[in-house]
């Protein structure tokens, strides 16, 4: 027995299991081809998708080792960039039984040795990848997500001296030499200088990662809420303001997506696998006093019975509006972990409505070796056509229409 799919507005066209490296999270297209990262098979994979009834994989460029995951990545025109961090997730990662002893889990990372730092790919060829350099930031786990504007990439990343990851810019108009041009982090991030966190031990102020318009950086912090930093000195960001709702709400700001002439953000609070973890949400947040952001509305909540799905329902990432995609400031696209993909219109910013949703099946073929065969859609990314590609931990990735 298993869970069919539901679907509201959507039409799945496409499917693929990427030759059995289902396990997929972060995606972006260029041109005719799906860039795949992957979390448990690790590396990331090409998939020309000129036909989206009928994805092809390509290419798969397996991590460095086996304690290195690549599962972020951004392209324009013929660079890719990836993602170097420790694959603490690993079955066999010291990571589970640091926090079984109450331990500090960062601090397994040290016996598992890896790349930690950002990749850099010439794919002029998709089909064969050519690493031209590797850009190396130390700390426990590298680089997480980042933005990528085709010169400069904006990273969160983990350093050494630093409380978990912080805000880097780095230089990479020489795809052979990047080198980073400054750095930002929260107050009492940076321990090797002699800051002390000022936060409760349960909070983790983590950069996740940052959206760039213009001469903002808007950017999750985790457990510190949103930040949003001027750079339009890319060597010294200074802070603008900042919103943390942690308590009452349950705190990981993920996403930050600026819309309407930069007059609102679109804020999502990430999910996790936590067994007490609070429920998160979908926010919009007034910015047109930027020093001043305030909450105006809250998302629609999916029927919470789709939690049978998998292990973990609310929010993670949203269509980022990023270069070459579909920009779209009328309906926000949501991956909402085991209630699938959720699409929604906020034409009218006080009152977001959902307009469409797809909910995967039970996956036929289980690339999860912690969880289990469940359903927890990750990653969205809308194509200049309006097709929407999303990823899923287990269930490879799906093309589909929508139309309301």
Wanted: glycine residues 8%; proline residues 8%; hydrophobic residues 35%.
């Amino acid at each position: 027995m298993g869970f069919e799919p539901l679907f509201k507005g959507t039409k799945l066209i496409g499917h693929s299991d990427l030759n059995g490296r289902g396990d997929c999270l972060q995606l972006q297209k260029w041109g005719k081809y799906l860039y795949v990262s992957h979390m448990w098979s690790t590396g990331f994979s090409v998939v020309d998708v000129s036909d989206p009834t009928s994805p092809e994989v390509v290419a798969y460029v397996p991590s460095a080792s086996p304690n290195e995951w690549n599962i972020k990545n951004r392209v324009i025109d013929n660079t890719l960039l990836v993602s170097s961090e420790w694959a603490f997730f690993q079955p066999n990662s010291d990571y589970w039984e640091y926090r079984k002893k109450g331990l500090n889990p960062e601090d397994a990372s040290s016996k598992t040795p890896h790349k930690k730092g950002l990749n850099i790919y010439d794919v002029s060829d998709p089909k064969n990848p050519k690493l031209l350099s590797f850009f190396p930031t130390g700390g426990n786990y590298g680089v997480h997500r980042f933005w990528f504007d085709g010169n400069y990439a904006y990273l969160s990343t983990s350093m050494d001296g630093y409380f978990s990851n912080i805000f880097m810019i780095v230089d990479v108009t020489d795809r052979k030499a990047p080198k980073e041009i400054s750095r930002w982090w929260y107050p009492g991030q940076w321990i090797a200088g002699g800051e002390r966190p000022p936060w409760p031990k349960d909070y983790r102020p983590r950069h996740h990662h940052p959206i760039v318009s213009g001469d903002r950086a808007y950017a999750g912090w985790f457990d510190a809420g949103l930040v949003i930093l001027d750079i339009s000195s890319l060597k010294r960001p200074t802070f603008v303001s900042g919103l943390n709702m942690r308590p009452p709400y349950g705190g990981k700001t993920h996403t930050c997506l600026p819309i309407k002439d930069r007059n609102y953000l679109v804020v999502t609070e990430e999910a996790t696998f936590e067994p007490l973890d609070k429920e998160k949400y979908i926010w919009i947040i007034d910015i047109r006093e930027e020093k001043k952001p305030l909450p105006v509305a809250r998302f629609p909540v999916p029927d919470r019975r789709l939690i049978e799905r998998g292990i973990r329902f609310g929010p993670h990432n949203i269509h980022e509006n990023v270069p070459g995609s579909m920009v779209d400031e009328e309906r926000i696209y949501a991956t909402y972990c085991s209630a699938g993909l959720r699409i929604y219109d906020i034409s009218d910013v006080y009152r977001p409505k959902e307009i469409g949703y797809y909910v995967p099946g039970t996956p036929k073929i289980v690339n999860d070796p912690l969880h289990g065969p469940i359903v927890d859609v990750n990653d969205v990314f809308v194509d200049e056509k309006g097709l929407i590609y999303l990823s899923n931990y287990n269930g490879g990735i799906d093309i589909l229409e929508f139309k309301d």
